[in-house]
């Protein structure tokens, strides 16, 4: 049994993360254009119309952008708690009843092979989620759009196999940045927020700890983060700590632009 993951685009321009796993392929998300998804899915050999369902974290368009879209040209459902749906419904347009699909933010459910646990997260959204989702004994975890970690959280993703972490922002960087105002600014370092490189770095430490083997920094900012900046505070990060890079685990990169690498775990 293996369980494949291709995060296809993660940042704060669009996210829509891949998950396969026995005869099951479902998105994390659909924030990008209808375009730009089925092309991103045919460049790792998915057709959009294979696509068992989408499950969304919440409301906001670089979330939910192509998911109406996607839905109604291949009949494929959405899954969302009640408040989401909600708060998505204008934005996503007419979708279908019978893909119109509800799920509990403390409730887990399946989608075909897949065993799906949401959890709850802090944002600024309607009832923000993030996801554990299992294939057999393995499992990936997706954590974005967080003001902070929380335990409950942590406690969540520390069993995955595979964790995509939020590491949105430098928070220099973001101070510096003369086209936010204050009070964006204030809303993204706030704790309904994103999560910034050193928060993340010290959160894989623990996941480290803890028995996670591979990571992925997603959801970097456009402009109040770089990649080389976001991967350099968490190699610096682990390594003051000990861990053993490409062995006690591995860290790589999601981009805002184009898939990143498909892992398979096994």
């Known amino acids: 049994m293996k369980l494949t993951f ?3 685009f993660s940042g704060s321009a669009g996210n829509a993360l891949l998950v396969c796993g026995g005869d099951t392929r479902i998105l994390i998300d659909c924030g990008m254009t209808g375009k730009q998804i089925s092309e991103a899915l045919a460049s790792v050999g998915v057709l959009p119309e294979t696509l068992n369902g989408m499950i969304i974290t919440h409301e906001h368009s670089d979330h939910i952008k192509g998911a109406g879209i996607i839905s109604r040209k291949y009949h494929i459902p959405i899954y969302a708690n009640e408040p989401t749906w909600n708060a998505m419904s204008r934005s996503i ?9 509800f799920f509990d933010s403390d409730a887990d459910f399946m989608i075909g092979d897949l065993f799906i646990k949401p959890f709850l997260i802090p944002h600024d959204a309607a009832q923000p989620v993030g996801f554990h989702v299992h294939y057999g004994n393995r499992s990936v975890a997706t954590a974005t759009d967080m003001g902070h970690m929380l335990k409950r959280v942590y406690e969540e993703i520390r069993t995955a196999d595979l964790v995509l972490l939020e590491s949105n922002h430098d928070p220099q960087m973001l101070m510096d940045n003369p086209h936010y105002s204050y009070a964006l600014k204030q809303r993204i370092l706030g704790n309904h927020g994103h999560l910034c490189n050193e928060v993340c770095s010290k959160t894989l430490v623990k996941l480290c700890e803890a028995g996670v ?4 920094l997603g959801h970097l900012s456009g402009e109040n983060n ?3 900046l976001a991967m350099d505070t968490a190699v610096e990060t682990l390594c003051n700590a000990g861990v053993v ?8 990169m999601s981009w805002r632009d184009r898939p990143g690498n498909v892992y398979t775990i096994e």
């Open 245 to 252: 890079l490409g062995e006690d685990m591995t860290v790589d």
């Open 226 to 228: 770089t990649p080389k």
């Open 213 to 216: 083997h591979h990571a992925i």
């Open 6 to 8: 291709c995060p296809l």
């Open 93 to 101: 347009g007419d979708i279908d009843r019978q893909n119109r699909r």
